[in-house]
């Protein structure tokens, strides 16, 4: 059981946004679903190149050369949320649950735990196979890391989330360490991708669309609605 009572649902799916203009939008919502809120709301979208460094990560993280930096045009920007350092990019899909958790009566593990179990879900249902591991909350497959999740707790609703690498360009990914446990068979911090696990193209529409149904199916939701856009992003 996730909930004493079956759980409402509505995701947003808001494209490609800059990661500030989303920052923005999930301050206002998280500061509306603090106030007695039921609903789960699930955005997922692609953000503009830019590096995110959480509370776990630092420069010494992001190996990058000053040209190439200038060159990408590559800013990096600190936030308030777990994990290290992550590159962004058209191609990552970024999937942000903001759960009001002292309705649902969940901890920050539990939360880590069902987003986890949740974006695994997706992938089995378009016949990826993750490996079995569980050093942390993120998701590894044979060539690598293929998602990471990165949340936070703020006023008593969960922010941030998981981001999956679909298919980006994938050129300054290996300078780029994000975590610090790695599992036994595997040798890089760095992130691989979908379309290096299976090498054949990777439709960013069919892995939304399992996202969708596997978050509603472990968050316990039959009746949930989907929408473009949000009224609240400029």
């Not at 509505?10 to 301050?27: I, T």
């Not at 909350?137 to 703020?154: D, K, Y």
């Not at 609703?157 to 975590?179: H, K, Q, T, W």
Request: charged share 20%.
């Amino acid at each position: 059981m996730f909930s004493r009572e079956e759980s409402k649902m509505a995701f947003y799916m808001l494209g490609r946004v800059e990661l500030s203009k989303y920052l923005q939008l999930q301050r206002q919502l998280v500061e509306a679903q603090s106030y007695a809120s039921d609903r789960i709301q699930v955005l997922l979208c692609e953000h503009e190149p830019v590096i995110s460094v959480g509370r776990m990560g630092s420069h010494a993280h992001i190996r990058l050369g000053a040209d190439r930096v200038k060159s990408a045009k590559l800013k990096s920007l600190w936030v308030a949320r777990g994990g290290g350092c992550i590159l962004h990019r058209p191609g990552q899909l970024a999937i942000y649950p903001l759960i009001p958790m002292h309705w649902y009566q969940v901890s920050p593990g539990k939360v880590l735990s069902l987003v986890r179990q949740a974006v695994m879900g997706a992938l089995q249902e378009l016949s990826y196979t993750p490996l079995d591991t569980e050093i942390d909350f993120n998701i590894w497959g044979r060539t690598g890391l293929l998602s990471v999740t990165a949340m936070a707790v703020q006023r008593g609703v969960s922010c941030f989330g998981a981001y999956l690498n679909v298919e980006p360009e994938m050129r300054d990914y290996g300078f780029i360490d994000v975590v610090k446990k790695i599992p036994a068979d595997q040798s890089r911090r760095t992130m691989s991708s979908l379309l290096a696990e299976r090498r054949q193209v990777v439709r960013m529409a069919q892995v939304r669309s399992a996202m969708v149904q596997s978050f509603a199916d472990v968050f316990e939701c039959q009746d949930y609605h989907i929408h473009t856009g949000h009224p609240l992003l400029r």
